[in-house]
């Protein structure tokens, strides 16, 4: 079998797989967005959106990818004379703190080797050191397989009194955030992940003071020009109208589904694929108690060709993993497992990969990956 983007197994690390509801939801003719129809749709996501969260709070929908929701709110709740502590350990770590630095002049970055956790008392120390506006977080770093243990991180910011900013948007749907529990003032989602829509929307969650704290700073993110007009399910420029109505089909999938459900499902799926790896003796980049559910990232063996064992993934097997970023381009692949991830998109990459080990003569247990994966099917 050769590569063939329409029916491969598709798991890189986002977007991910669209249920063909999705697909047909947005293959609709042109409407008028500031008509009925397209109103209601609007409506009907606005009730759902707090089942994706998993908390009532002020949520807005923006056409523009993840990046998009992160900068409307930093630019909206940072000023330049503002003292801000950012966490970065990884890919997404580094562009969170780039969107704070355009905001503040006053950056303080907590660093740690990407898929490590900072130690909580050099978050503590860089947040007692005088009145901080803001913690910015990733949730989940997609670049290294790697979830930031915000229930540990938390109680630190909220003695703080800093606004609790988090980047969500591999981690919604897909991993558990506790928005009240955690304090968290502002966390933002991409469409193209846990929710298994289109990549294109971004998706924003504030609490009360962060909403009444809004001094938006740009005109096409202008967040609470968001909110304003989402009252009465409008948008305040011309949305990007077939990816809210591919949103509006994918909130209902994930509402059939049942957000626990999901985020069991997604649990479940990201333990089978951590034994196929054990199994495969491949080693995961994180430590595995920080390991994300959504996104696995694995070590490629000393004197493999990284980038050949998923050409080959492609080509033989019409599976597609992604590469690492940054430095860790050619030292590990990640396997998304998010959104609607089907057991046999899982199955298929994982006995691919087994093929490809044993032709290197490096795996000598046939069926041991795929076997430590289905015993874990439900
Ligand atoms: N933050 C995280 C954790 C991500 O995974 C991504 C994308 O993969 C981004 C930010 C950037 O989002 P986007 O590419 O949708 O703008």
Same mark, same amino acid.
């Given at each position: 079998m050769t590569f063939d983007p329409e029916t491969a197994a598709f798991l890189i690390a986002g977007p991910v797989r669209i249920h063909p509801r999705v697909l047909r939801a947005m293959s609709f003719s042109s409407v008028n967005h500031r008509g009925d129809y397209f109103h209601q749709r609007v409506g009907e996501i606005r009730e759902m959106l707090p089942m994706l969260f998993g908390a009532?709070? +002020?949520?807005?929908?923006?056409?523009?990818?993840?990046? %998009?929701? *992160?900068?409307?709110? $930093?630019?909206? *709740?940072l000023r330049p004379e503002d003292r801000v502590v950012v966490l970065s350990n990884g890919n997404?770590?580094?562009?969170?703190?780039?969107? %704070?630095?355009? $905001?503040?002049?006053?950056v303080t970055t907590v660093s740690a080797p990407w898929g490590h956790p900072a130690p909580?008392?050099?978050?503590?120390?860089?947040?007692e050191q005088g009145p901080v506006r803001a913690f910015i977080t990733v949730h989940n770093e997609t670049s290294a397989g790697f979830a930031n243990d915000l229930a540990a991180i938390a109680p630190l910011v909220r003695k703080s009194g %800093?606004?609790? !900013?988090?980047?969500?948007?591999?981690?919604?749907?897909?991993i558990p955030v506790h928005i +009240?529990?955690?304090?968290?003032?502002?966390?933002?989602?991409?469409s193209q992940k846990g929710l298994a829509a289109p990549a294109g929307l971004a998706l924003?969650?504030?609490?009360?003071r962060a909403f009444a704290e809004l001094k938006p700073r740009t005109q096409y993110l202008d967040l609470a020009a968001h909110f304003k007009s989402l009252e009465k399910n409008d948008t305040p420029w011309t949305p990007a109208i077939p990816l809210f109505l591919a949103l509006h089909e994918a909130l209902l999938l994930l509402q059939e589904e049942?957000?626990?459900?999901?985020?069991?499902?997604?649990?479940?799926?990201?333990?089978?694929?951590? %034994?196929? /790896?054990?199994? *495969?003796?491949?080693? !995961?980049?994180?430590e595995r108690r920080y390991a994300s559910d959504t996104v696995s990232a694995v070590k490629?063996?000393?004197? /493999?060709?990284?980038?050949?064992?998923?050409?080959?993934? *492609?080509?033989? $097997?019409?599976?597609?993993?992604?590469g690492g970023q940054g430095p860790y381009r050619g030292k590990i692949f990640r396997i998304g497992h998010m959104g609607i991830a089907s057991w046999g998109d899982l199955l298929l990459c994982v006995a691919g990969l087994e093929r490809i080990l044993a032709r290197t003569g490096r795996f000598a247990s046939p069926g041991a990956g795929l076997a430590a994966l289905s015993s874990r099917m439900p």
């Open positions: 009532p709070g +002020h949520q807005a929908i923006l056409s523009g990818s993840g990046t %998009a929701g *992160l900068e409307a709110t $930093y630019s909206a *709740l997404f770590g580094e562009r969170g703190d780039e969107i %704070a630095r355009r $905001y503040s002049n006053h909580l008392e050099a978050i503590a120390g860089a947040l %800093a606004l609790f !900013l988090v980047d969500g948007i591999s981690s919604v749907a897909g +009240h529990d955690w304090g968290i003032d502002g966390i933002v989602t991409g924003v969650h504030l609490s009360d049942g957000l626990e459900n999901r985020l069991a499902r997604t649990h479940a799926q990201a333990e089978a694929v951590r %034994a196929a /790896m054990d199994a *495969l003796g491949l080693e !995961l980049f994180a490629i063996p000393e004197g /493999m060709d990284e980038a050949s064992v998923r050409k080959a993934l *492609l080509n033989t $097997y019409n599976v597609e993993v992604q």
